[in-house]
């Protein structure tokens, strides 16, 4: 902790996490401001409806939203550890240093990230994560240095809309 901040730091090619050790069932929300921590300029990463693996030590079945990744600066939503589902758009004009106030999650495998209020990618996995066993909710840094506070986790209350277009002519 850093101030009010949680770092992450990690030098490495891979996912330097932190785990939250509560569980939260479900259809999630993570909501939480971020940041990287200049020079760092990529890779602000959460998990959700994960596992953590104590041998190997590592994330196992989990979804991953990222600002500023995939190394070519993608906002982007992935499934691991198969990684069949990844969807991602170079799209967002990301700012490293800048504080971005980020939603992501899924309702039944329908999954988004959300910065500053802003709808940035949405996408639906056929083969949706069992949010019933797979409960963790986690950060991480990949091969970079990041802020994380104001973090708040909230089961997702929704209802089903028809989608259709009204006639306008």
Known sequence: MENSWLVGENPGNWPGM??????FPGNVMVEFDAQTI????HDINVMWNGEWLSEPD???IAYVACLQGWWTGKVGIEKSNDYRFMVGTPLLDFEPGKIYRIQAGSIDGHCFIIADGKLLLEAMDPDSIDNQKYTKVGFE?????????????????????????????
Request: one cysteine or more; glycine letters at 2%.
């Open 141 to 169: 840094a990949y091969c970079s240095k990041i802020h994380i506070r104001n973090i708040r986790i909230r089961q997702i209350y929704w209802e089903s809309v028809e989608m259709k277009y009204e006639v306008e002519f």
């Open 58 to 60: 590592q994330r196992g």
């Open 18 to 23: 932190a785990i939250i050790k509560q569980d």
């Open 38 to 41: 200049m020079p760092s300029s």
